[in-house]
């Protein structure tokens, strides 16, 4: 590029680059330093954490055509026969209404005799999903879209999966993505282990899903009334059964970018957002929840999940911080919050002569002795959920009250915290993750809106532990966590609440700005993050995934000074 | 009908001291429908003797001129091919030897694919089993011809994969391909020896039947045995087959996009050569290059043939040619 010419990090140089990104005419990514990575290794010779299975059982792969060109199907088909793992059978579904498109695809049985072309009258992509799924003759299928290509070892991890542990029902794993021509590795999303509030949120689960094929026609395969989000209604189906789902952390599979896909381009596809939000609306009334969802304007695939009100009674109790400023805070909290609850708040009783001037109704004062928490709780009635709150932040709703109690009277959840962003924008608590045997604080230092390898920074999340920073609990549970002892601060009580089946949810829309800092908590963990990456700011992944062994520091992308020295 | 015999084509030149080791590992193989036959390219030692005495059960040919490795394969493989029952080939160099299990791995992994060109196993080097010679071979995108994982340590191959094309030094041909071909040779003849296997790789590649490196068994190659005494004319043959391969088999808009990183390669070549003190290797590369000028019309000539049998898309076709695989 021209651009070369140019001096190095000069304000013309960079000048020129933001042209011709913009414009097009280069492919841009930030993630060269990736592949060079991944382009170097995983190829004819590679190092596998597996051994590859000689007597497995069958998968099928099932690949939906329609109007496939040869330079995408080619690769595919190279990619399913390339695989280590021999035992599979490729099912390609020919819809197109092309007759040279039709005649170059069924030219792929010549390839291997396990590959089949069966051609189906278009009827949207559903229904020729399911004519592949009724064909298949495999244990277990797995979904591919026509332009993607697999890893030569992916089979080989799920038939290792799946033979050691028969019980799986859904297996999925990491990816990341081809560009257009096929010549790059771009932005791999490592994924967390099964966080089902995560799903509500947003399908992190897209590619590659291995299910059974009793489930999947247990299921009633894919509906064609939700075309555009028929994967995400299907994985919430298939996870609505109880079956065990696992994850493989290893990039198994490769979407391609390809031009005109949801890929690469979101703006066509308001039908996506219909059917994204019929088929949460689906999943939750199969599980007898009552909710509000919404998609986000301008941001498909991503939905905001309000769980109504159904408790009778919420206590919010403020923690003596002895702070300057307290009182202003605590008052701006309780006369700004609006919920349909009844609600009554435990302040502290020092501030009891500055607050009693605002004459709030709904408030009792409490002496911040060792045993506070533990006589307010056995008071508190059954049906209600409390909410401790253990720093100086603000919200940014008035109705984060409702959400959050929401989020805590959920079965599956054991307690919710909303995240806590600081004045800079810059997070300070996502909940805490546990690695190898300790806890880190996810994302603590990016920027709200910020995207990594492990997603985006504001999505919700479930977490190995929650930061004792604002913390919402079911009574009955704050109850059950008292053992012997009555004094017992918010640390011990979570670290007892771990102990409960559950999951720890932080919540991304509900979010408080943390006015004065805490230094975030430590504890002594499942793996909600992933092996790959390192718990600070830096993307620092480790290849132990399909590849050779091989640490990387990639640079953490701060805004950088012409004066800063490389 | 099944063919399932394999025959064995070893072409030899002045090397009798490794035919016996070649022969042993063939009679070593699992697989029992084996047919050996041995072409002579008018060796100037006892090769025809040697064997004739000591191997009975090897099918001599005998030649009366040095016909080269292309031609010599070519007669060897339309001897083989009268017999009915052959449906495979397998080229073996005569300072190659194979493992036991190496006719039946491969054939294993044949019986699945229907349109396949060659088969190879990983080829190691016969003096260090732990060091390979090649995977696969193929053309990069500045037109050289380069061996696959070329002196890498072997750590181990877990599974086939489709590749480029497969070094004729121990490789498996189907007959299939061999009798779909457009010409009426496998080999081409303008090639005397060097790069003959690049353009059947390349020529299988173009017409949709791949080529796969199948793992659990290996062969080892010494590497240049026969002209491993004159270096400088394998570097002249090398780049004189070079430029007629490529146009005899290439797309145009592909030809064009690699023709001027040929151009800065080679001059980089001469130059490099020159500094390390080989003037005479460097003007055997020039001189084979402005030889292989002359040779354009003819390599365009036999590209008529080919016209209508390409079966891949052109991107596809870049995107092997980056690693070979």
Redesign the interface.
């Known amino acids: 590029m021209l651009a070369k010419l140019l001096p190095y990090n000069s304000k013309r140089r960079k000048l020129v680059k933001t042209i011709a990104r913009s414009s097009g005419l280069i492919q841009t990514s930030e993630d060269y330093h990736y592949n060079n990575i991944t382009s170097q290794s995983g190829g004819i010779q590679r190092i596998l954490d597996v051994e590859v299975p000689k007597n497995g059982p069958l998968i099928s792969i099932v690949v939906p055509a329609y109007n496939t060109p040869g330079y995408y199907l080619e690769p595919l088909i190279d990619s399913v026969v390339d695989q280590s793992y021999q035992n599979w059978e490729l099912v390609l579904v020919n819809s197109s209404d092309n007759d040279d498109i039709s005649k170059e695809i069924k030219e792929a049985t010549l390839v291997d005799k396990r590959i089949r072309v069966i051609s189906v009258v278009n009827r949207g992509i559903s229904s020729t999903t399911n004519r592949g799924i009724d064909e298949a003759k495999g244990e277990y299928i797995a979904f591919m879209d026509h332009d993607d290509t697999l890893h030569p070892d992916a089979l080989a991890y799920c038939a290792s999966a799946v033979i050691n542990d028969p019980d799986i029902g859904l297996l999925y794993s990491d990816e990341d993505k081809l560009s257009d021509k096929g010549n790059l590795y771009l932005d791999p999303h490592f994924k967390p282990d099964w966080s089902p509030d995560l799903l509500n949120n947003v399908n992190y689960i897209t590619h590659f899903v291995v299910v059974k094929k009793k489930l999947a026609l247990a299921v009633d395969k894919l509906d064609p009334k939700k075309d555009g989000a028929q994967d995400y209604d299907f994985i919430m189906k298939v996870a609505d059964q109880g079956t065990k789902i696992t994850h493989i952390p290893k990039i198994l599979y490769h979407w391609r970018k390809a031009k005109g896909s949801t890929a690469a381009d979101f703006q066509s596809k308001n039908h996506v957002l219909d059917a994204g939000v019929k088929s949460l609306e689906d999943h939750f009334a199969r599980n007898a929840i009552e909710v509000d969802v919404k998609a986000f304007e301008g941001k498909p695939g991503f939905y905001k999940v309000n769980y109504k009100p159904r408790h009778a009674k919420c206590n919010v109790i403020f923690m003596p911080l002895k702070s300057p400023g307290e009182e202003a805070y605590v008052k701006s909290i309780i006369r700004s919050t609006k919920s349909q609850y009844n609600i009554k708040f435990f302040v502290p009783s020092y501030l009891e002569k500055k607050l009693q001037y605002y004459q709030f109704k709904n408030i009792s004062y409490f002496s911040p002795n060792n045993n506070f928490l533990y006589d307010i709780s056995c008071d508190s009635e059954k049906n209600g959920v409390t909410i401790i709150i253990n720093s100086v932040a603000l919200p940014f709703s008035s109705k984060w009250l409702d959400d959050l109690a929401g989020y805590a009277w959920q079965k599956h959840i054991v307690a919710a915290s909303p995240s806590i962003i600081g004045v800079d924008n810059r997070v300070i608590d996502k909940g805490l993750i546990n690695i190898s045997g300790q806890y880190y604080p996810l994302f603590c230092g990016y920027e709200e809106f910020d995207t990594s390898y492990f997603g985006e920074v504001e999505w919700t999340r479930n977490v190995d532990m929650l930061n004792d920073n604002i913390v919402a609990i079911k009574n009955s549970l704050l109850k059950a966590s008292f053992g012997k002892e009555k004094n017992i601060d918010l640390d011990k009580l979570l670290q007892s609440l771990s102990k409960q089946a559950g999951y720890f949810t932080v919540t991304g829309h509900i979010v408080f700005q943390q006015l004065m800092s805490r230094p975030p908590g430590k504890g002594k963990g499942k793996a909600h993050y992933n092996p790959n990456l390192s718990p600070f700011g830096k993307d620092y992944f480790q290849l132990n995934s399909p590849t050779l062994m091989r640490t990387v520091e990639f640079p953490y992308a701060l805004k950088e000074d012409e004066n800063d020295q490389k | 009908m099944t063919r399932n015999k394999v025959a064995f084509i070893i072409v030899g030149w002045n090397n009798e001291d490794l035919l016996n080791d070649c022969f042993e590992s063939i009679y070593a193989q699992t697989y029992d429908e084996i047919d050996i036959y041995f072409v002579d390219n008018n060796s100037a030692d006892n090769s025809v003797k040697h064997v004739k005495d000591h191997h009975k059960n090897v099918k001599v040919i005998e030649l009366n001129k040095n016909y080269g490795f292309a031609k010599g394969n070519n007669i060897g493989i339309s001897q083989a091919l009268k017999d009915e029952n052959v449906g495979y080939v397998a080229l073996l160099n005569t300072d190659a030897i194979v493992k036991e299990n190496w006719t039946e791995t491969l054939l294993a992994f044949a019986k699945?694919?229907?349109?396949f060109s060659s088969l190879q196993s990983v080829t190691l080097d016969y003096y260090n089993p732990t060091i390979i010679d090649s995977?696969?071979i193929y053309l990069n995108h500045y037109g050289q011809a380069t061996q696959?994982?070329y002196r890498?340590h072997?750590?181990?191959?877990?599974?086939?994969?489709?590749?480029f094309g497969i070094n004729a030094a121990a490789g498996l041909y189907s007959r299939a391909f061999i009798e779909a071909q457009p010409y009426k040779n496998l080999f081409d003849e303008t090639m005397f020896m060097y790069l003959e296997d690049v353009d059947v790789a390349l020529r299988a590649t173009l017409m949709?039947w791949?080529s796969?490196?199948v793992?659990n068994t290996s062969a080892y190659h010494m590497g240049s045995a026969s002209s491993g005494k004159n270096p400088n004319f394998s570097i002249y043959m090398t780049f004189r087959n070079n430029t007629g391969l490529l146009v005899k088999n290439m797309p145009f808009s592909l030809l064009a996009r690699m023709l001027p990183s040929v151009i800065k390669t080679d001059y980089l070549m001469v130059r490099r050569l020159k500094e390390i003190g080989k003037p005479a290797a460097a003007k055997k590369v020039v001189r084979g290059r402005l030889v292989s000028l002359l040779y354009i019309p003819v390599f365009l000539f036999k590209r008529l043939r080919l016209i209508g049998k390409k079966?891949?898309?052109?991107?596809?076709l870049w995107?092997l040619m980056?690693?070979g695989?």
């Open positions: 699945d694919k229907p349109r995977t696969h696959g994982s890498d072997f750590i181990g191959i877990p599974g086939p994969m489709r590749v949709g791949p796969y490196i793992p079966q891949i898309s052109r991107r596809h995107s980056r690693n695989y």
